[in-house]
C-alpha cells in the first residue's frame, strides 16, 4: 500500500521500517529533517511537508504527545486539512482518550477514516515488526488498514469501535507497567538490606512465578542501574500517568496508585532525571530512599 509515516522518533523509525521491509511504498515526513535521511536509505520517499505524507491510501502517526499531534493534525496544512476523503489515518501515538475522540470527529466530518492504532512494545521490537497493537474503530477502516498493522505488530487486537477506546487500553497497560517498576524498584531495594544481590533475586523471580517480560526487561534495568539512553523517556511515561488520570477522573474512577506513580515520576523528574533516562528510573527511588546504595549518577 502507499502509506505516509509522520514522527520518526524511536519508535515511528522503526514502523516505518517494517512498513518497508513488508513491501509497503513509505513516504516520511518528520520535524526534524535529520531523522528522515536513514529511512531514505531503506527505500522511503522523503515528505517536504505533512501534506506530502498524506498522499497514499493511509498515514500514521507516531508522535510524542497530545501537543504534538495537535500541531500535526489540526495545524495549518496539518493532516485533516491535507488527507484525501476515505483515506485512513492510523494514529499510533499513545495519547489521550480526549484527543483520539477529536481526532475520530474531524475525520468523519471530513469524509476521511480514522482509527486509532496505539502499541505495546518497546523501540527494538517496532524496528522488527514485532509490536502489539490495540486497534479500535470502524470496522472497515480496520480492514483496510489490516495489511499495514500485520507490518508493523506480531498480533492486533480490535478491541472497539470507538477510536477511544484503544487509547483508554494503552494507558491501562502502561498503567500496569509502571506500577510493576514501582514495585519490583521497592522489593529490590528491601532485598538489597538483607544483603540480598539483586541480580541474583532477579534470576530468581524470573525462573518462579514472574517470568514474563516486564520483570525481565525492567527487572535488568532496575538491578544494574542502567537507565540510559532510554527506550521509553522518563517525561512520556509522566506523560502516559497524567493522561491515565485524566480521562479516569472525566469517569469518576478513582487511582490511588496510579496517582501514586505519578508522583514518583515528578521525584525522579525533579531529581534531574529527564529526557535523558529511561521510565524505568523511578524502579530506582525506592533504594536512594532507603539509602540502600549509590543510585545512578544520572540521579541525585
Ligand atoms: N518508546 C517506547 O518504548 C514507546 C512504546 C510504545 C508507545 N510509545 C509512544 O509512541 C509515541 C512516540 O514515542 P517515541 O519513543 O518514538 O518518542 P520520540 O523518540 O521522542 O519521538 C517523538 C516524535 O514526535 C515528534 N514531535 C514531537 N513534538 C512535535 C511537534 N510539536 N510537532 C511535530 N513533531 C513533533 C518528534 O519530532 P522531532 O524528531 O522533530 O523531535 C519525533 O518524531 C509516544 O506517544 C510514546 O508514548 C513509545
Not at 117 to 130: K, N, Q
Not at 205 to 217: D, E, K, M, R, V
Request: net charge negative; hydrophobic share 50%; with cysteine.
Amino acid at each position: 500500500m502507499k502509506v505516509g509515516v509522520i514522527g520518526l522518533g524511536q519508535m515511528g523509525s522503526g514502523l516505518a521500517a517494517s512498513l518497508l521491509k513488508a513491501g509497503h511504498e513509505v513516504t516520511v515526513y518528520n520535524r526534524t529533517r535529520a531523522r528522515v535521511e536513514p529511512l531514505l536509505a531503506q527505500g522511503a520517499q522523503s515528505a517536504d511537508a505533512i501534506a506530502d505524507a498524506c498522499r497514499g491510501e493511509a498515514v500514521f502517526t507516531m508522535l510524542s504527545d497530545d501537543a504534538a499531534v495537535q500541531r500535526v493534525a489540526f495545524g495549518d496544512g496539518g493532516i485533516i486539512e491535507s488527507l484525501g476523503a476515505g483515506s485512513l489515518h492510523i494514529s499510533s501515538s499513545t495519547i489521550s482518550v480526549a484527543m483520539s475522540g477529536q481526532l475520530a470527529a474531524a475525520h468523519a466530518d471530513r469524509g476521511q477514516r480514522f482509527i486509532a492504532a496505539p502499541v505495546l512494545g518497546r523501540p527494538d521490537m517496532a524496528a522488527i515488526g514485532r509490536l502489539f497493537v490495540f486497534a479500535a474503530g470502524e470496522a472497515g477502516a480496520i480492514d483496510a488498514a489490516k495489511p499495514l498493522l500485520d507490518a508493523i505488530g506480531q498480533r492486533t487486537f480490535v478491541v472497539s469501535h470507538e477510536p477511544q477506546v484503544a487509547n483508554a487500553v494503552k494507558l491501562s497497560c502502561n498503567f500496569l507497567i509502571a506500577s510493576v517498576i514501582e514495585s519490583l524498584g521497592e522489593a529490590m531495594a528491601f532485598i538489597a538490606r538483607n544483603g540480598v544481590d539483586r541480580h541474583d533475586y532477579l534470576a530468581m523471580l524470573t525462573s518462579t512465578l514472574f517470568g514474563a517480560p516486564i520483570y525481565t526487561t525492567y527487572g535488568k534495568q532496575i538491578a544494574g542501574g542502567t537507565f540510559s539512553p532510554p527506550g521509553f523517556a522518563a517525561p512520556l511515561g509522566l506523560k502516559d500517568i497524567r493522561l491515565l488520570l485524566q480521562a479516569a477522573d472525566d469517569l469518576r474512577v478513582p487511582l490511588p496508585l496510579a496517582s501514586l506513580l505519578r508522583d514518583r515520576f515528578l521525584t525522579l523528574l525533579a531529581n534531574g532525571g529527564g529526557e535523558a533516562l529511561d521510565w524505568s528510573a523511578i524502579g530506582r527511588l525506592a533504594a536512594r530512599d532507603a539509602g540502600v546504595d549509590v543510585v545512578s549518577e544520572n540521579l541525585l
